[in-house]
T-cell receptor
Framework: AQTVTQSQPEMSVQEAETVTLSCTYDTSESDYYLFWYKQPPSRQMILVIRQEAYKQQNATENRFSVNFQKAAKSFSLKISDSQLGDAAMYFCAYRTSTQGGSEKLVFGKGMKLTVNP | NAGVTQTPKFQVLKTGQSMTLQCAQDMNHEYMSWYRQDPGMGLRLIHYSVGAGITDQGEVPNGYNVSRSTTEDFPLRLLSAAPSQTSVYFC?????????????FGPGTRLTVL
């Protein structure tokens, strides 16, 4: 079974600085998708960025970028120019195939990011 | 579009009571799913549906029932609530079950079972 590990339960960063959130996963599949979700205090799960495993190029969305190392099964999220609104729980997730051919998300335990003014 | 909506936002039950958590989406998504989120843990899949009339079990289905009579609605039923079901419940939907589709999450329902 696939697993997703976020080893750092909490991190903090100064406003305007850069922070990197780490995530590792375990799978025997060669094709899959990886995601970072943000969960602010409102509890809504918001998609931050998505990476396709067959693409070598790292995904980028404005201030958010990933460092995808397929051989190492590592998928870190870099937040540049951190803003107060970035403070939230961040979840790394893996999308796999279930028995019926449909797919589900496998989540890590999450990491709480604090942004200090 | 309202996206994915969930009701209620909060609920307190006594052990043994039953209730239904409602989930609806107005994006004509085929794939819908229910997750629970417990403290210190990521979300875990309870049940999912790939279309009206089709449901299947996820990782933690025991104690929950689902049905999908319409594309829009995917209610989650607790037949006899237990304290172990105290959690935050999220409904999600995507266009299909494909990995290329983004899943959209509802705001969650916080359930406490006493």
């Amino acid at each position: 079974a696939q697993t997703v590990t976020q080893s750092q339960p909490e991190m903090s960063v100064q406003e305007a600085e850069t922070v990197t959130l780490s995530c590792t996963y375990d799978t025997s599949e060669s094709d899959y998708y990886l995601f970072w979700y943000k969960q602010p205090p409102s509890r809504q799960m918001i998609l931050v960025i998505r990476q396709e495993a067959y693409k070598q190029q790292n995904a980028t969305e404005n201030r958010f970028s990933v460092n995808f190392q397929k051989a190492a099964k590592s998928f870190s999220l870099k937040i540049s120019d951190s803003q107060l609104g970035d403070a939230a729980m961040y979840f790394c997730a893996y999308r796999t195939s279930t028995q019926g051919g449909s797919e589900k998300l496998v989540f890590g335990k999450g990491m709480k990011l604090t942004v200090n003014p | 579009n309202a996206g994915v909506t969930q009701t209620p936002k909060f609920q307190v039950l006594k052990t043994g009571q039953s209730m239904t958590l409602q989930c609806a989406q107005d994006m004509n998504h085929e794939y819908m799913s229910w997750y629970r989120q417990d403290p210190g843990m990521g979300l875990r899949l309870i049940h999912y549906s790939v279309g009206a009339g089709i449901t299947d079990q996820g990782e933690v289905p025991n104690g929950y029932n689902v049905s999908r009579s319409t594309t829009e609605d995917f209610p989650l039923r607790l037949l006899s609530a237990a304290p172990s079901q105290t959690s935050v419940y999220f409904c999600a939907s995507s266009l299909t079950g494909s990995s290329t589709d983004t899943q959209y999450f509802g705001p969650g329902t916080r359930l406490t079972v006493l």
